[in-house]
């Protein structure tokens, strides 16, 4: 398999992801009169794989390395695919997000993907159909990675035109940007004021990072300024005796946090953040709300009534609701995958197993029982990073898939932030070349 350069990043961050000519392609003017058609009538055996994030380029493109005969659709309605993982990096000053923003063309182009460039809009579960805004596509197996939404309504006083004061910066791209703006402008002597949400959510070690890159930010730059965290959840949801180490380390006098203090509203005009600890006047607020599973999850009907997340068969990914639709990443839930955490990682690795699941049972094939991995790197200033890793392995007994290995890094070292910055660079050559 090959392996991304840095050079050949850097390059294909400039490219916008394919309208008309890219091999591989599949460009679709959308046209409301023709929602209710069929477009690319469908042949053979196809898969088609909803979202073009870490679970769904990866499941794309291993759909079509074990079985190159199966047509595979991938439909994303972004442009480009920017990286969560290694977001926070360009929020703390030493990244930009050109270097975390790549085209989809080379996914496409080399292992002969169709991408089509729509929003989906619902499901036909009976007729095996997806409904975009494009059209309709037909699938045999159809494997969704919707991600994550955000709880807003928990929130009083919140409108959506308060997401430009207090950005999530939790989906990379113009937030991640935007967050990383506002710090710059901050004045001296200002804070950040930062929530983080309550458990679960997307990449549990993720707000520790950017609170560790903020602190690093202000520690070198904005004299007198700190982070105040508010952290509705009783302690550090992962690494936390590595991080609190590292931030005993650096940032004592740069990183304020409060523990239990879920956030309850905002007054928007003076940049105030309520709880029952208080109110918290911010220079820059970053709100990282609770989350649930992405829209496209409600759509379609995948989430039982009264839950977040969608349930599915772990040995295979199936969706509970229908047949021959498997839900993958962060939208499942933990009660019916089993006890994996949401990350880019354990997306991949899901990417990969549900991958093969659809495709040996399109071949009448038996399915090998899915195994999973995880490695999470935290970096606790430009330099030097934290990890922890993990081996899950489905559990016959339990019809889940459980954790059987990993562990923690036993301290922070310039040597795993090296690791860290390899890591990405391994990962995004997998999921995107």
Request: charged fraction near 25%; include cysteine; glycine fraction near 10%.
């Amino acid at each position: 398999m090959s392996r991304l350069s840095r050079r050949t990043f850097l390059k294909g961050t400039a490219a916008a992801v394919g309208a008309v000519g890219l091999a591989g392609c599949v460009n679709v003017d959308v046209n409301v009169s023709k929602k209710k058609e069929i477009i690319m009538p469908k042949g053979g055996k196809r898969v088609v794989v909803l979202g073009a994030g870490w679970g769904g380029t990866t499941a794309a493109k291993y759909c079509k390395l074990t079985d190159p005969s199966i047509e595979v659709i991938l439909i994303e309605k972004l442009d480009k695919f920017v990286s969560c993982p290694a977001s926070n990096w360009v929020i703390g000053g030493f990244k930009a997000l050109s270097d975390i923003t790549f085209s989809y063309n080379d996914l496409a182009s080399n292992n002969g993907i169709k991408l089509l460039k729509t929003e989906a809009l619902g499901l036909e579960p009976a007729n095996k159909i997806i409904v975009t805004d494009a059209g309709k596509v037909e699938y045999d197996k159809l494997i969704v990675s919707p991600g994550v939404s955000f709880m807003y309504d928990q929130i009083e006083g919140w409108k959506d035109s308060a997401m430009d004061d207090f950005p999530h910066a939790y989906k990379a791209g113009p937030q991640t940007q935007l967050l990383r703006d506002k710090l710059v402008a901050m004045k001296n002597g200002e804070n950040v004021v930062l929530t983080v949400p309550p458990k679960p959510y997307r990449c549990p070690p993720g707000p520790y990072e950017r609170i560790s890159l903020i602190a690093n930010y202000l520690k070198n730059h904005k004299t007198g300024s700190k982070i105040i965290v508010l952290d509705p959840n009783d302690g550090i949801v992962s690494k936390g005796k590595l991080f609190m180490d590292g931030w005993n380390a650096y940032y004592s006098d740069v990183i304020e946090y409060i523990t239990l203090a879920p956030l309850k509203g905002i007054d928007r005009k003076n940049k105030v953040l309520q709880t029952e600890k208080g109110e918290f006047k911010a220079g820059v607020a970053n709100i990282i709300p609770a989350m649930k599973a992405g829209d496209f999850a409600y759509k379609a009907g995948l989430v039982p009534e009264g839950e977040r997340w969608a349930k599915v068969n772990a040995y295979n990914f199936e969706s509970e609701v229908y047949k021959d639709v498997h839900v993958i990443g962060d939208s499942t839930h933990a009660g019916s995958v089993g006890p994996v955490p949401k990350s880019g990682f354990v997306a991949n690795s899901m990417g990969k197993a549900c991958a093969l699941a659809v495709v040996y049972a399109l071949n009448g094939q038996e399915q090998l029982p899915p195994s999973l991995a995880n490695t999470c790197y935290s970096l606790i200033n430009e330099e030097e990073a934290i990890f922890v890793s993990a081996v899950y392995d489905y559990d016959p007994s339990v019809k889940r898939i459980m954790k059987t290995g990993g562990g923690l890094s036993p301290d922070r070292r310039e040597i795993f932030g090296k690791h860290a910055r390899d890591w990405t660079l391994s990962i995004w050559s997998d999921m995107l070349t």
